[in-house]
């Protein structure tokens, strides 16, 4: 059985912007359930940017769990969580990396960004990595390139805040557009009636966050993206 299809190992959990390990600890006590090793890494995201984030506090963490568990590391991320794992991997590819499954994930930006960064408010609360997830071409986001580990990306499509709706063209969760969680290169695509904040927590989405750790597609007829889209 190779790395890529035991259902065994160790899962690093990544919140998003302006959350804390906190948020991810509900999904965390589930996957432990099932077995896995589960490590739940906090990072001052509003602080530096996605890059310094990575250098300072992420590689070394998964540096040193990499070399410890000789067992593959899995990955599940929210929201901002998934760009600090595509940039970890382009320039810090852990050994043994396993499957990764991004809920939420800005990997193509987002409007609200585009609307919104040049506000104080929004500078103060998020940071100078939040500047970072415009939509625009030459945004980190867009130069960060395809993917290439298996990974499920689980879109939610159900806003909390009708005034960010209204700001994301289509379908979104009141953060990202369901089309911007798209990334080139992965494996299974999910869409689920969740709100952007609460989506680690549903049911359902934890119970297909096992079903790709496990098999590396989702559980149910699920929306496919396309590996190229």
Do not use: C
């Amino acid at each position: 059985m190779t790395a890529a299809a035991s259902a065994t190992g160790t899962v690093v959990l990544l919140h998003g912007l302006a959350r804390t390990p906190r948020s991810m600890e509900p999904l965390a006590r589930v996957l432990r359930g099932a077995g896995y090793g589960a490590v739940n890494i906090g990072y001052p995201s509003t602080r530096a940017p996605v890059e310094r984030l990575v250098d300072t506090v992420l590689a070394p963490r998964v540096a040193a769990l990499a070399g410890a568990a000789g067992e593959p590391l899995h990955f599940v991320t929210h929201s901002m969580g998934g760009v600090l794992l595509r940039d970890l991997v382009r320039r810090h590819r852990p050994a043994g990396l396993g499957r990764a499954v991004m809920l939420a994930p800005p990997n193509r930006g987002s409007e609200l960004v585009d609307r919104l960064a040049w506000l104080a408010p929004f500078r103060w609360v998020n940071g100078p990595a939040g500047a970072q997830l415009g939509t625009a071409v030459d945004s980190l986001v867009n130069r960060l390139g395809p993917v290439d580990f298996e990974l499920g990306v689980i879109a939610g499509t159900r806003a909390l805040n009708p005034l960010y709706a209204a700001l994301i063209p289509g379908a979104n969760d009141g953060k990202v557009a369901v089309e911007r969680t798209r990334v080139e290169g992965m494996s299974d695509f999910l869409e689920v009636a969740r709100s952007h904040t609460f989506l680690m927590r549903a049911p359902e989405v934890q119970r297909q966050v096992l079903a790709f750790l496990r098999d590396g597609r989702f559980d149910v007829d699920p929306v496919h993206a396309g590996a190229a889209r």
